[in-house]
Nanobody, 116 residues
């Protein structure tokens, strides 16, 4: 079975930075996209950032200019650099890989808490 292992979450003060990492426990071929989602209590799980195998990126309006997604589909790794963090960014963050035939993999989630 494939598992995505996340790390890098924690507690940070407003204005601070954090870097999240995600890697597959076993090799995955033909990954189309890698991304980060987040979910706060009582809220839906929303896309934060996405990167394609070709390197194109997409960001939620709320994080554009502050967060940067990077990674390598061939190495099955994705990162999220989060700068100028705000209390509104507090949530559980999940990494996600999507491959052909509808295959989808999720990380276990890592808590990010931003204090004011």
């Amino acid at each position: 079975q494939v598992q995505l292992v996340e790390s890098g979450g924690g507690l940070v003060q407003a204005g601070g930075s954090l870097r999240l990492s995600c890697a597959a426990s076993t090799s995955i071929f033909s990954i189309n996209t890698m991304g980060w989602y987040r979910q706060a209590p009582g809220k839906q799980r929303d896309l934060v950032a996405l990167i394609t195998s070709g390197g194109a990126t997409n960001y939620a309006d709320s994080v554009r200019g502050r967060f940067t997604i990077s990674g390598d589909t061939a190495k099955n790794t994705v990162y999220l650099q989060m700068n100028s963090l705000k209390p509104e960014d507090t949530a559980v963050y999940y990494c996600n890989f999507r491959a052909y035939f509808g295959y989808e993999y999720w990380g276990q989630g890592t808590q990010v808490t931003v204090s004011s």
